[in-house]
Nanobody
Framework: QVQLVESGGGSVQPGGSLRLSCTASGLTLDSYAVGWFHQAPGKEREGVSCISSGSGSTYYVDSVKGRFTISKDSAKNTVYLQMNNLKPEDTAVYYC????????????????WGQGTQVTVSS
C-alpha cells in the first residue's frame, strides 16, 4: 500500500524557518517526481516546488525562490522542503505528492498524495 506522510509543520513567526518532510512507504521516491503543494483556506491547491526523479532537478514558483529548498534523501525515502524567511502568506496546509509520469506543478499530474501538514506564519 502506497503512503506518503508529511511532517514538520507548525507555527512560526515571520522570518522563521521550518523543514517539512515527506516520507514514503510502498514506493521508492527516487523513481518518482515529487511535488510540494499548498492550500490556504478558501483557495485552490497550488504547486510550490518539485524535484525530478533520478537526477533531482528542481523547480520553484517565483514566490518561494531563494527562500525554499527542495531536496531528497534516497536512503531515507524522504523528500524535504526547507522553508526559510517565512511570510504570513505562506500560511497553508502543505501536501507532498508523487508521480511516475511527468514533472511539474499541476495537481492532475500527481497520483499519490499525503494527508497534509499545517504551516502557520503569524506574529
Amino acid at each position: 500500500q502506497v503512503q506518503l506522510v508529511e511532517s514538520g509543520g507548525g507555527s512560526v513567526q515571520p522570518g522563521g524557518s521550518l523543514r517539512l518532510s515527506c516520507t514514503a512507504s510502498g514506493l521508492t521516491l527516487d523513481s518518482y517526481a515529487v511535488g510540494w503543494f499548498h492550500q490556504a483556506p478558501g483557495k485552490e491547491r497550488e504547486g510550490v516546488s518539485c524535484i525530478s526523479s533520478g537526477s533531482g532537478s528542481t523547480y520553484y514558483v517565483d514566490s518561494v525562490k531563494g527562500r525554499f529548498t527542495i531536496s531528497k534523501d534516497s536512503a531515507k525515502n524522504t523528500v524535504y522542503l526547507q522553508m526559510n524567511n517565512l511570510k504570513p502568506e505562506d500560511t497553508a496546509v502543505y501536501y507532498c505528492a508523487a508521480t511516475l509520469s511527468g514533472w511539474g506543478l499541476e495537481t492532475w499530474e500527481y497520483d499519490h498524495w499525503g494527508q497534509g501538514t499545517q504551516v502557520t506564519v503569524s506574529s
